[in-house]
């Protein structure tokens, strides 16, 4: 038996006025897609239970079968496991992006997508500077970093993703709570040293969002899971992803990650090579699990014209391929879906069950309809409780 799990992360929305009440997903042109959810079925499936904020740490890791209220402690652990930095049970990891904040506004949680050399001076520079015993500063792709802390000081804090506050006062969402000084002291030295930095003047010269100072959220000590394989007997499981979080979570989960040359999480990616691989890579592992960052990038910026070139990039480039080679073995079975909604509208991460599509062996046709948000939730087929999704997924739809 063969898997293919695809994540075009994001991709689901709300209707937008932009495109005549429809969503991004609805006129993009995916027959790859629609070919899916004809030949097998569509649904929706809850990946952020109730009480957590939606992000791909919780919805990807409640989809891949793990319950976020048992198994999640912080979306930069993840992300520290996949940079193989070794944590004891008391490590602190946080994530660090670099971020621009204009007139006290968050204006960018990537501060304009900045480059990975660029991310190295700035965090080398700061770590230099602040010199702080016990803080590590261990860098990641582009804006996304991380700040490791061994030492005595315990954390209560509250944070707040720097995502899901586009446009607001930043000071409104600093730290907050026990520990929560040492945090804004960073932020802040970060703030005065990195104005004026020639780096960032180079930035704006270009017309790129310059790094103002970083933010610090998403915290927690390292999680214990459960293999994939002792979960669900799956044996030989891959990974494939421009983004650290994922590579993270395949490596708790015992799988391998593969890499594509010119993968990256914006629409710049290599989606040919992506889809090569993956089709490629069916041959050597049970599971093949490919996750697309760069709808998910899109919606944040508001730029719903990528947004749609990016679905119909992963299912022409991802999807078919994939789907064209995984049904020449004798038992398969392929999943495509976003882990959360990501809105246009407001820029943020939204909450809706994100619809599903399935086919291959033992998957009964129902409804053929073509995929989107409107089919998928009009589909008797509601997992409210996400993590079942994989088990459904599994043994062939037959919950
Ligand atoms: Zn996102």
């Known amino acids: 038996m063969k898997y293919a799990i695809i994540i075009p992360d994001g991709a689901a929305d709300e209707p937008l006025p932009e495109l005549g009440g429809r969503t991004p997903l609805d006129v993009a042109k995916t027959p790859n897609m ?10 929706t499936v809850r990946t952020v239970p109730e009480g957590f904020e939606s992000g791909s740490d919780v919805a990807t890791m409640c989809l891949l079968g793990y319950d976020p209220k048992v198994y999640h402690t912080g979306r930069a652990p993840l992300e520290a496991a996949a940079q193989s930095i070794p944590l004891s049970p008391t490590d602190w990891v946080f994530r660090c ?13 990537s501060a304009g997508g900045i480059s990975d050399a660029e991310a190295q001076k700035l965090l080398g520079e700061l770590s230099r500077h602040l010199n702080l015993p016990g803080f590590e500063f261990h860098n990641g792709v582009s804006y996304r970093n991380l700040l490791v802390y061994r030492g005595s000081e315990h954390f209560n804090v509250q944070t707040k993703p720097p995502h899901e506050i586009p446009e607001e006062i930043a000071a409104k969402w600093v730290p907050k709570g026990q520990g929560a000084g040492i945090l804004n002291r960073i932020m802040d030295e970060s703030r005065v040293m990195f104005d004026k930095h020639e780096i960032n003047e180079v930035r704006k010269d270009t017309g790129h969002n310059p790094a103002t100072q970083v933010w610090l959220w998403g915290q927690g000590h390292a999680p214990a899971m459960p293999k994939f394989v002792e979960r669900f007997g799956v044996k030989r499981g891959a990974m494939i992803t421009g983004v650290d979080l994922l590579r993270g979570l395949a490596l708790l989960l015992g799988w391998e990650n593969l890499n594509v040359e010119g993968m990256t999480s914006f629409h710049d990616t290599n989606y040919a090579g992506q889809g090569v691989e ?36 992963i299912d022409r480039y991802v999807v078919g391929p994939v789907l064209e080679k995984i049904s020449t073995f004798p038992e398969w079975r392929i999943l495509v879906m976003p882990d959360h909604p990501t809105n246009i509208a407001t820029r943020k991460h939204g909450y809706a069950p994100s619809p599903f599509c399935m086919a291959g062996t033992r998957v009964k046709s129902v409804v053929k309809c073509t995929y989107n948000e409107a089919n998928a939730a009009a589909s008797d087929l509601k997992i409210e409780r996400g993590h079942e999704l994989m088990d459904y997924f599994l043994r062939g739809g037959n919950l």
Request: net charge negative; proline share 2%.
């Open 34 to 43: 629609d070919r899916i959810a004809m030949e097998g079925r569509q649904g």
């Open 97 to 109: 992006n670099l971020v621009t904040v204009i007139d006290g506004v968050m204006v960018d949680h």
């Open 278 to 313: 993956t089709a490629r890579a069916l041959d050597q592992y049970d599971l093949v699990f490919s996750h697309v960052e760069a709808p998910d990038e899109a919606s944040h910026q508001a730029d719903w014209k990528t947004k749609v070139a990016a679905i119909e990039h």
